[in-house]
């Protein structure tokens, strides 16, 4: 039987706990909602405070060449790369991830009709992320098409003749339901479509590999990603967007236009023409003008993962949120029997992202605000899921132990029953 004293040894022992250093966790708290909002990178601060105070304050538009402003998109997306599967060059960072998703599914959608303009089908599964489900529901209406939703176990039997398009979320955000990546990939190309893949609960939480280590039909076609989650770029950080570089440089024939064509995505920006020609490779898929301020907070939430190469990377980091997820699987099964709570997560490590959802039928969002009353905080999904993430950058084994100690005594005392975590906020 796991104890505390247990947890303690493994935190004692693990090679990326210095990693926790890099970032700022007030006292008291025990954080699992990495998954939503990632925690501040330490050297944020002083960074956005130098972006302002010189670099605004003194260089002026000055900074755009001198502290390189305008090269920030693509050296953030250079960072990026790497824990996407990518190559430096093929990952751009900004705007939203909605805003990305419509431009690349806009690009897919454009590629099939021109090609095979038979094919109407944009799939996607029933429970995806729904911005997701309604930038592809805007596009489908304005296209003549048809958005299919089904379960997950479901998607296969749906890869035919009429499908366009395969958008899913790599892992889902309400179960925390990793999809193969390679598999599904090769199944839609096998069925003549492309694929979109949306990284917002994959990136910096577990390995990804985007362009595939087997045949070329395992790569994906276009990615987009969040800035702000595992990858700890502050609220509301820039998201980032990836094109497979066969379809970047078909695009170059003028074939392709992504459909916000911004200045910025111009070959010659600074040329000012009236009439519009795509840079050159992910280049295009970029549309206005960077946000700088939160760009550079992002900087330093990537700068973690480069130091975390030195104790063995993204693997590493997967072994961890393993082993992080499944002791809270085990503790909450052994010390919550008889409370009322269900697994909604793959017991399967490879089939788990990097969280762990709990159904209960009743109180879900009480216990989850009573927790967050004692410290513990992690988030509620409508209608009845209690979500736990595990960030392996800075996530304790003591902290596993301690959240289960702390939903056990919501659970057992019936705290959670009281008014005041029964008043829902706006945010959940």
């Known amino acids: 039987m796991t104890t505390r004293k247990d947890c303690l040894a493994l935190d004692a022992h693990d090679k990326l706990s210095p990693l926790r250093e890099h970032f700022t966790l007030p006292d008291g708290v025990i954080y699992l909602d990495g998954n939503s909002l990632g925690v501040l990178p330490k050297a944020a601060p002083a960074r956005i405070q130098q972006v302002v105070q010189h670099e605004w304050g ?40 909605s805003v990305n998703l419509y431009k690349v599914l806009s690009a897919a959608i454009a590629l099939v009709k021109a090609d095979e303009g038979h094919r109407s089908v944009i799939l996607s599964e029933r429970s995806n992320f729904p911005t997701d489900l309604y930038i592809a529901d805007s596009l489908v ?15 296969e039997a749906h890869l035919n003749e009429k499908l366009a398009v395969l958008m899913l979320t790599h892992v ?15 199944a839609a190309h096998a069925a003549g479509a492309l694929v979109v893949w949306d990284l917002a609960h994959s990136a910096g939480a577990v390995p990804v590999n985007l362009k595939g280590d087997g045949p070329p039909e395992e790569a994906a076609d276009f990615a987009v990603g969040c800035g702000y989650k595992y990858l700890n770029g502050g609220p509301g950080a820039p998201a980032f967007v990836w094109a497979h570089p066969w379809h970047t440089e078909y695009m170059d024939s003028q ?4 459909p916000l064509s911004g200045w910025l995505g111009h070959a010659a920006p600074f040329e000012f023409k009236a009439d519009y020609h795509p840079a050159r490779g992910i280049q295009r898929f970029v549309c206005g003008t960077p946000p700088v301020l939160s760009m550079s907070a992002l900087e330093c939430g990537l700068d973690v993962f480069h130091a975390a190469e030195a104790y063995g990377g993204m693997d590493a980091l997967r072994g961890k949120s393993v082993a992080l997820t499944t002791l809270f699987i085990e503790l909450v099964e052994e010390y919550c029997v008889g409370q009322g709570l269900t697994l909604f997560t793959p017991r399967d490590p490879a089939q788990r ?12 969002y009480a216990i989850m605000q009573a927790l967050i009353a004692r410290g513990v905080i992690g988030d509620f999904r409508a209608p009845d899921i209690l979500r736990f993430g595990f960030t392996p950058l800075y996530t304790r084994y003591v902290d596993v132990w301690d959240a289960m100690v ?8 019936g705290e959670w029953r009281e008014p005041r975590f029964n008043q829902r906020a706006a945010v959940t």
């Open 58 to 97: 003194v260089g002026l538009i000055r900074s755009w060449n001198t502290a390189g402003w305008i090269d920030l998109a693509r050296r953030l997306g250079d960072g990026i790369a790497p824990l996407i599967g990518a190559e430096a060059g093929e990952v751009i960072v900004g705007d939203s991830t």
């Open 141 to 155: 209406r304005a296209h003549g098409m048809e958005l299919k939703l089904v379960d997950a176990d479901e998607i």
């Open 172 to 186: 889902n955000y309400r179960t925390g339901r990793m999809h193969d990546m390679p598999a599904l990939t090769r």
């Open 255 to 258: 074939h392709l236009r992504q």
């Open 353 to 364: 992202g990097s969280q762990v959802s709990f159904a209960r039928g009743t109180g879900g």
């Open 406 to 413: 702390h939903l056990t005594q919501v659970l057992q005392t």
